[in-house]
């Protein structure tokens, strides 16, 4: 059974960076696409950025040039890096990892998610 935990989370003012990390159990992530989504109560969850197990990264518009999305795989373990934070930038952040690259760029029927980690950002 696959794993994931995030970590990284907390309160922030505008402008400011956080680092998430999502650490994902089994001896299969170098096989999995991985990807950060995030949650609002007035928001559906929303790709963040998500990076393929080749490598390729994709970022939503919202956020290109903020985040970065990374992976280690020696450390079974996915980044996220979040810079130039703003209030809207305030969400329940999630962990996928999905065999399918596609399936996780549409967030359907993913394989895997983590229980999140809550970003604040004070204005």
């Known amino acids: 059974q696959v794993q994931l935990v995030e970590s990284g989370g907390g309160l922030v003012q505008a402008g400011g960076s956080l680092r998430l990390s999502c650490v994902v159990s089994g001896r299969t992530f170098n096989a999995y696409n991985m990807g950060w989504f995030r949650q609002t109560p007035e928001k559906q969850r929303e790709l963040v950025a998500a990076i393929s197990s080749d490598n390729i990264t994709r970022y939503a518009d919202s956020v290109k040039g903020r985040f970065t999305i990374s992976r280690d795989n020696a450390k079974n373990t996915v980044y996220l890096e979040l810079s130039i934070l703003k209030p809207e930038d305030t969400a329940d952040y999630y962990c996928?990892?999905?065999?399918?690259?596609?399936?996780?760029?549409?967030?359907?029927?993913?394989?895997?998610w983590g229980k999140g980690t809550h970003v604040t950002v004070s204005s």
């Open positions: 996928a990892a999905d065999r399918s690259y596609i399936q996780l760029f549409l967030g359907r029927n993913i394989d895997y």
